[in-house]
T-cell receptor, first 114, second 113 residues
Framework: EDKVVQSPLSLVVHEGDTVTLNCSYEVTNFRSLLWYKQEKKAPTFLFML????IEKKSGRLSSILDKKELFSILNITATQTGDSAVYLCAFSPSLIQGAQKLVFGQGTRLTINP | DTGVSQDPRHKITKRGQNVTFRCDPISEHNRLYWYRQTLGQGPEFLTYFQNEAQLEKSRLLSDRFSAERPKGSFSTLEIQRTEQGDSAMYLC???????????FGQGTRLTVV
């Protein structure tokens, strides 16, 4: 069965620290890996990764995928209290172009203390 | 607000009652998804529509659950004879044609008492 495992499940750091969130997966048909941020209710999209070794960057956030070792990391530098959220990793197993049926991990709850 | 809209935001119901939730996707999106999220877990896929056609259903979607998307616009998710185990956040998402990310709504939190 397809599976996504995130670690750690919970992380508490001080403002200004750098954090690395991990996501590993076991899937039969891989299409893409996505990261979402969930602050209260609606998950909001961060990154979609399809190719190995190519870093995607948005401000203080960056992510990279390793398709050989089946994992991805999400880095956040110079953390701020507004980064406190649950970070969800998901992969799309569909081979049908455009379909986005996602399989999510449990999420990592990140708390940034001032 | 041009994002995915869900209604109601909260629903409390007695066990055994039927409930219906509504999702209005982003207007130009032809794909619509329903997910369920319980506390401390990531969202779990329930079902997927392309326009009005329901193309995939998870085995999580028991016979008590039914979803529709008439005319390929808004969608409804109905749960019949609710059980306490149905208590969860029900999330709707939509995406356009092509290989892009899905955009999520705020969700409907269901509590079955």
């Amino acid at each position: 069965e397809d599976k996504v495992v995130q670690s750690p499940l919970s992380l508490v750091v001080h403002e200004g620290d750098t954090v690395t969130l991990n996501c590993s997966y076991e899937v039969t048909n891989f299409r893409s890996l996505l990261w979402y941020k969930q602050e209260k209710k609606a998950p909001t999209f961060l990154f979609m990764l399809t190719s190995s070794g190519i870093e995607k960057k948005s401000g203080r956030l960056s992510s990279i995928l390793d398709k050989k070792e089946l994992f991805s990391i999400l880095n956040i530098t110079a953390t701020q209290t507004g980064d406190s959220a649950v970070y969800l990793c998901a992969f799309s197993p569909s081979l049908i172009q455009g379909a986005q049926k996602l399989v999510f991990g449990q999420g990592t709850r990140l708390t940034i203390n001032p | 607000d041009t994002g995915v809209s869900q209604d109601p935001r909260h629903k409390i119901t007695k066990r055994g009652q039927n409930v219906t939730f509504r999702c209005d996707p982003i207007s130009e999106h032809n794909r619509l998804y329903w997910y369920r999220q319980t506390l401390g877990q990531g969202p779990e896929f329930l079902t997927y529509f392309q326009n009005e056609a329901q193309l995939e259903k998870s085995r999580l979607l028991s016979d008590r659950f039914s979803a529709e998307r008439p005319k390929g616009s808004f969608s409804t998710l109905e749960i019949q004879r609710t059980e306490q185990g149905d208590s969860a956040m029900y999330l709707c998402a939509s995406s356009p044609t092509g290989f892009t990310e899905a955009f999520f709504g705020q969700g409907t939190r269901l509590t079955v008492v």
